[in-house]
């Protein structure tokens, strides 16, 4: 049976190579789903009997990836030179010892819907591994009317050859 948690965050990013506004620092509300596709748990007096997944349990998973690495932060890609020199200079300028005033993540890809779907997938799906639970799909909605589902099918359909290896990096 499917099962879905949903988040939302709030992060900045820009696309570099856009042909238009996007290629300017901007943020977003994203709503973040993942689905999970397994069978019932039918242990008689688990405290997850009855379930698929506790959503307690998916959501501790969700935010320790998701949120409390990307909330209220700007995702920059690696090779996005003059946007990392500017924001490490305007922390360089503004912020104090002990802060900066912008936190912002490196990542080795375009900041998307779709390679951050693909991102966090591979991250959530190594962690439901763990506790033998298979996940389905993570869809990343970057506005009201925008949406990027990445699922096991999806690798196939990758076909830039550097984004192949991107996602064995270690966790951010
Ligand atoms: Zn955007």
């Known amino acids: 049976m499917l099962v879905t948690k949903e988040i939302r965050i709030h992060m900045g990013h820009r696309v570099p190579n856009h042909k238009s506004k996007c290629y300017s620092p901007h943020g977003h509300e994203y709503k973040i789903i993942v ?15 009855g379930m698929v997944i506790d959503f307690g349990d ?3 998973i ?5 949120d409390s690495k990307f909330d209220h932060t700007t ?3 690696e090779g996005d030179n003059v946007y990392i020199q500017s ?12 802060k900066n005033l912008i936190r912002f993540n490196i990542v080795p890809f375009i900041p998307t819907a779709e390679n951050l779907a693909r ?6 799906e190594k962690e439901l591994l763990d506790v033998g639970i298979a996940i389905k799909y ?3 909605w970057e506005t ?29």
């Open 58 to 60: 998916l959501k501790k």
């Open 35 to 49: 689905g999970v596709d397994d069978k019932v748990v039918d242990f008689p007096g688990a405290s997850d009997e």
């Open 138 to 140: 993570v869809e990343v």
């Open 62 to 66: 969700m935010m320790n990836i998701i």
């Open 75 to 77: 995702t920059v890609y």
């Open 144 to 172: 009201y009317t925008s949406t990027a589902r990445y699922t096991k099918e999806d690798d196939i359909k990758w076909v830039d050859p550097k984004q192949q290896t991107l996602f064995d990096t270690p966790r951010l």
């Open 119 to 124: 991102y966090w997938y591979k991250l959530i």
């Open 87 to 98: 924001l490490e200079l305007i922390n360089d300028i503004l912020g104090n010892e002990n």
